[in-house]
């Protein structure tokens, strides 16, 4: 049980510690470490330090985390938050009846005030699950950022387009992406976001590359994301996603590229050759809901590319929950790469942290209890009778511990949730209202889309 205690502030204090706990580290080597009975001091909203033993010091408030496990917070790389509020509604479906049928024809009848609300209970549902950031590519970005903000969560966010916009759906996220960056006390970033190669052409993946390059902004896409994707980019452009992206630039950009489960032999080397910072987030339950094949995460890794954590959409996925995304990571790669030493739970937690900071461009800001960091910390317990005994504390955390198990969340050295209690978030009041726009949102009857998916 943690409980906050609060001593009168004086001259040096720390505005947090946290006491009694054990701290996940990472050596110079990036592995994953564990230091015992250890004491977590922030200040200004960073990590001061990570010593073993008690507190020196008073702070204004401390936290006695006797028997929990403080570890940097955990980072969704890729989802779509307003999407929570079509949980459920597209299951069992092909991806092209999934787009076409069921979620394009929502998205239609989408407002600013069911953005609004899903992003709400997302971030809610993302702060129980000790997410302390995520990489979001939406549309009414405006709207997300404004939730952002007031949660207290740190995001990376994009205002998604499509070609069949025009020019101006691009330039509404260049638009988006200028005004939000750096807001929220530096919590929001901000990225260009195209859809995929498929949804936007050729000229218009150039256009963003160019513009990325003369405003030093990232990008976020859709791309690579199945085989079939793959396949069909072969057929009618002689292409696969990956060197369309080469050919138009944005390899040459700080790239952000979801899923990336169509990745082939041949797409490595291009990936080898990219002059850009590029990463790719792995949303794994999605995958196996849609029988596609995994990304190849060691692959990846080989060619020094970070491959983050993510859970995609909760209309794809049903869920935010990263701490499940850390656990199939793990296991759908031992089974694709036929080796049960492959991916063990140090390399997967390498991936919750460091990785997943490096892929949303935050790499040495965020993912490590290192002094300096900002101080996005998760305190989990371990003592449920699921977790225990603990023989392995990096397995315990990976493939016995649940999201439930967060017992306090905090950004920024902000709490955002203590004792499963949310601070930030009234999601009673979300969901009510949600509840009663669900009739006119989920209306299909229409038979618009916002888009057609033909890969």
């Known amino acids: 049980m943690t409980s906050p205690e609060r001593t009168p502030d004086a001259k040096g204090a720390a505005d947090l510690i946290i006491t009694r706990c054990t701290a996940l580290v990472h050596d110079d080597h990036e592995g994953i470490g564990f230091v015992e009975d250890a004491t977590v001091a922030v200040r200004d909203g960073l990590v001061e330090s990570v010593t073993a033993g008690p507190a020196g010091a008073g702070a204004a408030e401390t936290i006695d985390a006797h028997g929990q496990v403080a570890m940097p917070g955990l980072v969704n790389c890729h989802t779509h938050t307003p999407m929570v509020a079509l949980r459920g509604l597209a299951e069992d479906l092909p991806v092209e009846e999934w787009f076409n049928d069921v979620v394009w024809p929502v998205e239609s ?23 302390t950031c995520f990489a979001d590519h939406y549309f009414v970005m405006d709207t997300v950022a404004a939730v952002v903000a007031e949660s207290g969560l740190r995001a990376n966010l994009g205002q998604a387009f499509f ?20 807001t929220a006390g530096g919590r929001v970033t901000t990225s260009l976001a195209p859809h995929a190669p498929y949804t936007v052409d050729d000229a218009g ?36 996603p990956v060197e369309v992206l080469a050919d138009t630039g944005l390899l040459g950009t700080d790239l952000l590229i979801a899923h990336g489960t169509g990745i082939t032999e041949r797409d490595l080397p291009v990936l080898a050759r990219a002059a850009g910072r590029v990463a ?22 080989e060619l020094g590319i970070p491959v983050g954590l993510a859970t995609d959409g909760a209309v794809s996925n049903s869920s935010l929950d990263v701490w499940e995304s850390m656990a199939l990571l793990a296991l759908t790669q031992k ?3 036929g080796d049960p030493r492959w991916l063990t739970a140090r390399q997967a937690l390498h991936h919750a942290t460091l990785q997943s900071a490096r892929a949303v461009g935050l790499g040495g800001e965020i993912g490590s209890l290192a002094p300096g960091h900002r101080a996005d910390i998760v ?31 905090i950004v920024d050295g902000r709490v955002l949730m203590r004792d499963r209690e949310l601070l930030t978030v009234d999601v009673p009041t979300v969901v009510r209202e949600m509840g009663a726009r669900m009739p006119a949102l989920v209306d299909r009857s229409h038979g618009r889309r916002i888009q057609d998916y033909d890969s």
């Not at 509404?172 to 939000?180: G, K, P």
């Not at 790719?280 to 990846?300: E, K």
């Not at 317990?381 to 969340?409: C, E, F, I, N, Y």
């Open 109 to 131: 009848n989408l407002t600013a005030r069911d953005v609004e609300l899903g992003a709400r209970l997302a971030c809610a549902e993302m702060i129980r699950g000790g997410v």
């Open 163 to 182: 070609s069949s916009q025009g020019a101006e759906g691009r330039e509404r996220s260049l638009d988006f992406a200028l005004r939000h960056r750096g």
């Open 379 to 409: 305190l989990v317990d371990l003592s449920g009778p699921h977790t225990q005994p603990v023989h392995d504390l990096a397995a315990a955390l990976v493939h016995s511990a649940r999201s439930g198990d967060v017992r306090t969340t």
């Open 280 to 301: 790719v987030a792995c949303a794994p339950r999605g995958y196996l809901r849609f029988a596609w094949p995994t990304t190849p995460v060691r692959a990846l890794r």
């Open 335 to 337: 089974s694709a790469e």
């Open 205 to 240: 993946l150039a256009a963003t590359a160019a513009l990325a390059r003369e405003h030093g902004l990232p990008v976020h896409i859709h791309a690579a994301e199945n085989r079939d994707q793959t396949a069909s980019s072969l057929a009618r452009r002689g292409r696969t």
